[in-house]
């Protein structure tokens, strides 16, 4: 399980677009986004370097993160 502050995301499409970033890398992945805090929590057994690519490059700046 990661935890990681995602820049950028101010609404429902910004969460869904992380959410297709991180599941185009893991169908399987579970994706929790809290727009208010910015917070995403990610339970997927993709590694976090590839979570965290896979939503800068959707335009999403990771400015921290965590395994949980």
């Known amino acids: 399980m990661y935890e990681l502050q995602v820049e950028g995301m101010s609404c429902g499409g910004c969460a869904r ?3 297709k970033s991180v599941q185009a890398v893991d169908a399987g992945a579970k994706v929790e986004v809290d727009l208010a805090s910015k917070k995403v929590r ?3 057994q993709a590694s976090l370097e590839m979570v965290k690519a896979a939503i800068g490059d959707a335009g999403y700046p990771v400015t921290a993160s965590a395994t949980v």
């Open 17 to 19: 677009s992380v959410t």
């Open 42 to 44: 990610i339970d997927s």
